[in-house]
């Protein structure tokens, strides 16, 4: 098999039109049905559900007291975008997060989350997201694990990364597998 990867020469925001529009040909040349979108705000969320009308979106948004108690960065005004068109929403804490991040906190020590996740990130942040949205849907029951998605995440806003995995529940993150990198940033 021969596919095609999009490398990008910036990361961030000013590739998430090109990821959208390079997820949704992969999608529909293999068939895919399920898509997972990180979306801290919602922005890149809206513009996935107008890309991927017809596919099961799953929207995965950063942890309501993320950046302080009882705050979603997610607006209201984009949930209901995403919710009118059929998008699925998800909050919830990553894999790699939660007792991780207390750790860190109280005990200013890493443990074996921040070792992976950190690993992951040196393929670049938008893929140690994919990777931990792709675990975060099948954990959650909404992603199965015995069907090909396309997870898409980025570098602090919007989407630079798109990739294809047969996802697994997070506590089999070692059988997790890249099948492809349809684009991401090239450093």
């Known amino acids: 098999m021969e596919a095609k990867t999009v490398y990008f020469e910036n990361k961030g925001e000013e590739n998430t039109d090109e990821v959208l529009r390079l997820a949704r040909q992969r999608a529909d040349e293999l068939g895919i049905k399920t898509i997972v979108v990180a979306s801290t705000r919602g922005v890149t969320a809206a513009k996935a559900v107008a890309v991927f009308e017809g596919l099961r979106v799953v929207v995965v948004t950063h ?5 302080g108690p009882n705050t979603q960065e997610f607006t209201q005004e984009n949930r209901q975008i995403v919710e009118s068109k059929g998008g699925v929403m998800l909050t919830t804490g ?3 997060g939660g007792l991780n991040n207390a750790m860190w906190k109280k005990f200013n020590t890493s443990v ?4 992976a996740r950190n690993t992951l990130r040196i393929f670049g942040q938008g893929t140690k997201v994919a990777c931990e949205i792709a675990m975060m849907g099948a954990d959650s029951g909404l992603v199965r694990v015995d069907e090909d998605i396309i997870a898409i995440g980025g570098t602090h806003r919007g989407a630079d ?3 294809l ?3 697994v ?6 059988d997790l597998k890249i099948r492809e990198i349809i684009c ?3 450093f």
Do not use: C, E, V
């Open 63 to 67: 942890p309501t007291g993320y950046l």
């Open 94 to 96: 990553s894999p790699f």
């Open 112 to 115: 074996a989350g921040d070792i």
């Open 161 to 163: 990364t798109a990739l």
């Open 165 to 167: 995995f047969r996802p």
């Open 169 to 174: 529940n997070s506590q089999n993150f070692f």
């Open 184 to 186: 991401k940033p090239r």
